[in-house]
Antibody, heavy 121, light 112 residues
Framework: EVQLLESGGGLEQPGGSLRLSCAAS????????MSWVRQAPGKGLEWVSA????????HYADSVQGRFTVSRDNSKNTLYLQMSNLRAEDTAVYYC??????????????WGQGTLVIVSS | DVVMTQSPLSLSVTLGQPASISCRSS???????????LNWFQQRPGQSPRRLIY???NRDSGVPDRFSGSGSGTDFTLKISRVEAEDVGVYYC?????????FGQGTKLELK
């Protein structure tokens, strides 16, 4: 059974940093592209970042470019999102999501339960 | 960025009746590889999103056949042939043709 378990969310002050993790199990993690998608409270879905199966290729939304860094450790079956210079508008539930071997064009087929990030003073 | 526009934003349907959601993109979603990367997701209250349909009309495993997707170019539709109670939630279209991938605003389906 595919499982994606996010952690690392919490309350952080504007300008601060957080690192989210996503522990994957039930599939060969190193074969799949992975992404982070977020959802502000009561709002819709926004793609944050994507990373290829090898980690060689990454993409970011303009809203987080230069502040967030996505990475993965295939030996630990774990996806990361390093978030810095946080802003109030980064407040959201952050979902870890699985693509396929080629990327995410077909959209994620599995999603984690999400981890809540609140940016507030 | 490709803008995805859904309509209606809210839908109230009687059990057993059909429902239809429209999704329009600001640019053609036909990729250079010939595929059209328009996908649909369902988010039930309090749950994570779930993919229903990928590449316009391909249903995911376990998705009831009352859900169907159609369309081409810039105009797409998700149809539910007979709404059931478990279909309540928010539905999103998403384009995967051009980065940044983008979602529609969501359509909230409720029972009348």
């Amino acid at each position: 059974e595919v499982q994606l378990l996010e952690s690392g969310g919490g309350l952080e002050q504007p300008g601060g940093s957080l690192r989210l993790s996503c522990a994957a199990s039930g599939f060969t993690f190193s074969n799949y592209a992975m992404s982070w998608v977020r959802q502000a409270p009561g709002k819709g879905l926004e793609w944050v970042s994507a990373i290829s199966y090898s980690g060689a290729t990454t993409h970011y939304a303009d809203s987080v470019q230069g502040r967030f860094t996505v990475s993965r450790d295939n030996s630990k079956n774990t996806l990361y999102l390093q978030m810095s210079n946080l802003r109030a508008e980064d407040t959201a539930v952050y979902y870890c999501a699985r693509g396929d071997t080629l990327g995410h064009r077909k959209g994620p087929d599995y999603w984690g339960q999400g981890t809540l990030v609140i940016v507030s003073s | 960025d490709v803008v995805m526009t859904q309509s209606p934003l809210s839908l109230s349907v009687t059990l057993g009746q059909p429902a239809s959601i429209s999704c329009r993109s600001s640019q053609s979603l036909v990729h250079s590889d010939g595929n059209t990367y328009l996908n649909w997701f369902q988010q039930r209250p309090g749950q994570s999103p779930r993919r229903l349909i990928y590449r316009v009309s391909n249903r995911d495993s376990g998705v009831p056949d009352r859900f169907s997707g159609s369309g081409s170019g810039t105009d797409f539709t998700l149809k539910i042939s007979r709404v059931e109670a478990e279909d309540v939630g928010v539905y999103y279209c998403m384009q995967g043709t051009q980065w940044p991938y983008t979602f529609g605003q969501g359509t909230k389906l409720e029972l009348k």
